[in-house]
Nanobody, 128 residues
Framework: QVQLVESGGGLVQAGGSLRLSCAAS????????MGWFRQAPGKEREFVAG????????YYADSVKGRFTISRDNAKNTVYLQMNSLKPEDTAVYYC?????????????????????WGQGTQVTVSS
């Protein structure tokens, strides 16, 4: 069993930065690919970034590429999302998710879902 707890959200001005953290309980964190998703009011949840179990492979949505960086520290059971050059359209509740997928096709499998675990979300608000 894995529990995910996000933190680091808040209110920031456009152009600013935030770093989100997703802390996982349990001793099997390193076996899971991890990802960040977000959901803005009135919109569907969308993929933001994903990272393989080892941290050696990452993927990003086009809307955040070059501005956001996903990373993980398996020794600390934590995945991070560094968000720079924030825009008002980045305003959303951000969720982390875990899925036990491996291999060269890990990202396709990850995007196919379903996900094994979700966090409760953290609000990010970017003011203009």
């Amino acid at each position: 069993q894995v529990q995910l707890v996000e933190s680091g959200g808040g209110l920031v001005q456009a152009g600013g930065s935030l770093r989100l953290s997703c802390a996982a309980s349990g001793r099997t964190f390193s076996r899971y690919a991890m990802g960040w998703f977000r959901q803005a009011p009135g919109k569907e949840r969308e993929f933001v970034a994903g990272i393989s179990w080892s941290g050696g492979s990452t993927y990003y949505a086009d809307s955040v590429k070059g501005r956001f960086t996903i990373s993980r520290d398996n020794a600390k059971n934590t995945v991070y999302l560094q968000m720079n050059s924030l825009k008002p359209e980045d305003t959303a509740v951000y969720y982390c998710a875990a899925d036990r997928v491996y291999g060269r096709s890990w990202f396709q499998d990850f995007m196919d879902g379903p996900y094994d675990y979700w966090g409760q979300g953290t609000q990010v608000t970017v003011s203009s």
